[in-house]
């Protein structure tokens, strides 16, 4: 997301002028994220501008202020495809209530939210759409479907955390179609294009390494917010790798392998200069413990860590506090 184009699309309101949103910019409306969907189209997205007016400006401008502050916040938009069956829509004996009234009007909206809870709308929202706007922090749309006549999208107004694959091995083509499926940017690494090739890494960025070994890794710089996640094939560039790694400072690193193969990675990777402090940073083996096996499994042991460091990284303890208690943990 681009904090001046928000700025921007609030002027040309805040003048009275019309504006036009692009699939580029706002992606939840592209036909890649709308697939299978038969009811919002990237159409919609025009139909939304379309009818925005000047009080829709501070929706825009708290989006761009959230950008310029690191806020954890999201861009959301209320698309309704059945105006009467979006506002007859009534509690079940299920979910929780929010009262005789559905969506506040029967009509689409863009709107702020942020991890905080806070809500900035040109209308007043129904109690109803209250919940699914506060949702957006949940997934994002968590329960985007759960009324009828109406969706929910969202764009996040922070850049996606960035995963690096070092080693283009089976289970680094399964974790990187699991990683960018949950929303991580995700970059491949390797020397072989046989391995690193568009059909096993589709999602990702790929860099091929010259020379037949991972000396060229030296020219690549990751950012400190960056994950690492050793996987190169047969173990053999892993010291190099996690060297690598923990001496850019990346907030997460992780090593697959077995107890007595990184017995020997640590005396390696201690010998190319790293600190006994640095060689505890790194998590080994990679992933949560519960049995995987293949390599599809082991991306969903892989990811599924990469989710929680995320979230831990993301939101406050307070936060965590209580989203954990509203799960009884």
């Known amino acids: 997301m681009n904090k001046e184009l928000l700025e921007s699309i609030a002027a040309e309101l805040r003048a009275g002028r019309a504006v036009e949103l692009s699939v580029e910019d706002f992606p939840c409306f592209s036909a890649q994220a709308l697939a299978g969907n038969a009811h919002v189209s990237p159409d919609d997205l025009g139909k939304l501008a379309a009818a925005l007016t000047a009080a829709d400006a501070p929706v ?35 979910t929780k209530k929010y009262g005789d009234v559905g969506s506040a009007d029967g009509q689409g909206a863009v709107f702020f939210c942020n991890d905080a809870k806070e809500i900035v709308s040109a209308r007043t929202p129904s109690p109803r759409d209250v ?49 960018a499926h949950v929303g991580f940017a995700v970059t491949a690494v390797d020397y072989d294009p046989a391995y690193l090739s568009p059909e096993r890494f589709p999602d990702a960025t790929r860099v091929l390494l010259e020379g037949g070994n991972f000396d060229g890794l030296a020219s690549l710089t990751p ?107």
């Not at 959301?76 to 495809?81: L, N, T």
């Not at 955390?161 to 089976?170: C, E, K, M, N, P």
């Not at 001496?247 to 990777?269: E, I, P, Q, W």
Request: contains cysteine.
């Open 60 to 94: 825009f401008e708290r989006a761009a202020r959230a950008m310029d502050e690191g806020d954890l916040a999201w861009l959301g938009f209320k698309i309704v495809w059945d105006a009467a069956a979006a506002q007859a829509n009534t509690d079940n004996e299920v």
């Open 131 to 179: 919940f699914q706007m506060k949702d957006v922090t949940r997934g994002p749309s968590m329960h985007n479907e759960q009324f009828e006549g109406l969706t929910w999208l969202s764009v996040p107004l922070f850049d996606q955390v960035r995963v690096w694959l070092l080693g283009a091995s089976d289970a680094a083509a399964e974790v990187s179609a699991l990683a």
């Open 223 to 329: 950012a400190p917010g960056d994950y690492v996640c050793v996987l190169t094939r047969g173990h053999m560039f892993d010291p190099d790798s996690c060297v690598w790694a923990v001496r850019h400072g990346v907030h997460y690193v992780g090593m697959m392998g077995c107890k007595g193969k990184n017995s020997t990675v640590h005396d390696l990777v201690i010998a190319r200069g790293a600190s006994e402090e640095q060689w505890e940073r790194i998590k080994r083996p990679i992933g949560l413990k519960f049995g995987a096996k293949t390599p599809a499994e082991l991306a969903i042991a892989i990811v599924a860590e990469l989710v929680d460091v995320r979230y831990r990284q993301r939101y406050s303890a307070e936060a965590q506090a209580k989203h954990d208690a509203s799960l009884g943990r």
